[in-house]
């Protein structure tokens, strides 16, 4: 069964104190994976998007990057505004599930001044 | 300002009793869909309409209706609420079904609470 897993459920850093959130995913078939934000009260909001082994992409103080069984979404020096959850989502390939999204659970990340 | 907007933003209801949630965006997007999304748990997918008059089923349809005669609009039914679908509710929508891993955009979400 296709399978997309976020660790850990939660993060409270310092300001200024790097880390690495984890999106682990068992399916069939990578079509792409991707990134979302979300705040309270707001609908998730589009990060990145990767598509194969070994690729990276980068904005502000995220980086995420991808591996045959995982991604992580990296956060350098962060700051009390990068304080949301984020969520991993996974689209594979497949007969009926062609562009279907499989969604983690989210890590939420709070970021301490 | 491109955007979806769903309507109410709260809702507190009792059992049975029939609810709409609605739904518009004005970036003239082909594919919208539903989710609600449950502690614990990833957005799943409750709905999905291709274009105007095309709806079919996610993952989790089971108690709620949907339909698509306007391009923009797209509600969400619940003809007989019961307290497991209490819940956070999402409208997205993005240009194509191909793209809804990078060009959707989500609403603000429902809180749906049934007694």
């Known amino acids: 069964e296709d399978q997309v897993t976020q660790s850990p459920e939660a993060l409270r850093l310092q300001e200024g104190e790097s880390s690495s959130l984890n999106c682990s995913y068992t399916?069939?078939?990578?079509?792409?994976l991707f990134w979302y934000r979300q705040d309270p009260g707001k609908g998730p909001e589009f990060l990145f998007t990767?598509?194969?082994?070994?690729e990276e992409k980068e904005k502000e103080r995220l980086k995420a990057t991808l591996t045959k069984k995982e991604s992580f979404l990296h956060i350098t020096a962060p700051k009390p505004e990068d304080s949301a959850t984020y969520l991993c989502?996974?689209?594979?390939?497949?007969?009926?599930?062609?562009?279907?999204?499989?969604w983690g659970a989210g890590t939420k990340l709070i970021i301490k001044p | 300002e491109a955007q979806v907007t769903q309507n109410p933003r709260y809702l507190i209801t009792v059992t049975g009793k029939k609810l709409t949630v609605t739904c518009s965006q004005n970036?003239?997007?082909?594919?919208m869909s539903w989710y609600r999304q449950d502690p614990g748990l990833g957005l799943r997918q409750i709905y999905y309409?291709?274009?105007?008059?095309?709806?079919d089923k996610g993952d989790v349809p089971e108690g709620y209706k949907v339909s698509r005669k306007e391009k923009r609009n797209f509600p969400l039914i619940l003809e007989s609420p019961s307290p497991n679908q209490t819940s956070l509710y999402f409208c997205?929508?993005?240009?194509?079904?191909?793209?809804?891993?990078?060009?959707?955009?989500f609403g603000p979400g429902t809180r749906l609470t049934v007694l």
């Open positions: 970036m003239n997007h082909e594919y």
């Open positions: 989502a996974v689209q594979t390939f497949g007969a009926d599930s062609n562009y279907q999204l499989i």
């Open positions: 990767l598509y194969s082994a070994g």
């Open positions: 309409s291709m274009n105007v008059e095309v709806t």
């Open positions: 997205a929508s993005s240009r194509r079904r191909e793209s809804i891993g990078n060009e959707q955009f």
């Open positions: 399916v069939s078939g990578l079509r792409g």
